[in-house]
Nanobody, 126 residues
Framework: QVQLVESGGGLVQAGGSLRLSCAAS????????MGWFRQAPGKEREFVAAISWSGGSTYYADSVKGRFTISRDNARNTVYLQMNSLKPEDTAVYYC???????????????????WGQGTQVTVSS
């Protein structure tokens, strides 16, 4: 069982930056693939970024590639999402998620994740 708590959301102007954090409970954090998703009002939850258990592999949605960076610190049981050059269309509730995996792979689908945080709101003004 893993519990996830996101933080770092807020209101920022277009072009600005935010760093989201996701703190995980449990002693097996390093065996979980982690991901970030987002959901805007009236839209489905969509994939943003994913990272393998060691951090050696990452994957991004095309819409954020080159602007967002996912990273993790297994010693701190925390995964991060650095968001730069933010756009109004990045406005959404951002969720982190954890997937137990037996291979060092990234997971990019909602169905692939077992555990979810409560979400943190990111609002980008134009």
């Amino acid at each position: 069982q893993v519990q996830l708590v996101e933080s770092g959301g807020g209101l920022v102007q277009a072009g600005g930056s935010l760093r989201l954090s996701c703190a995980a409970s449990g002693r097996t954090f390093s065996s979980y693939a982690m991901g970030w998703f987002r959901q805007a009002p009236g839209k489905e939850r969509e994939f943003v970024a994913a990272i393998s258990w060691s951090g050696g592999s990452t994957y991004y949605a095309d819409s954020v590639k080159g602007r967002f960076t996912i990273s993790r610190d297994n010693a701190r049981n925390t995964v991060y999402l650095q968001m730069n050059s933010l756009k109004p269309e990045d406005t959404a509730v951002y969720y982190c998620a954890a997937a137990p995996t037996r291979v060092p792979a990234v997971v990019t689908t909602v169905a692939g994740y077992n555990y979810w945080g409560q979400g943190t709101q990111v609002t980008v003004s134009s």
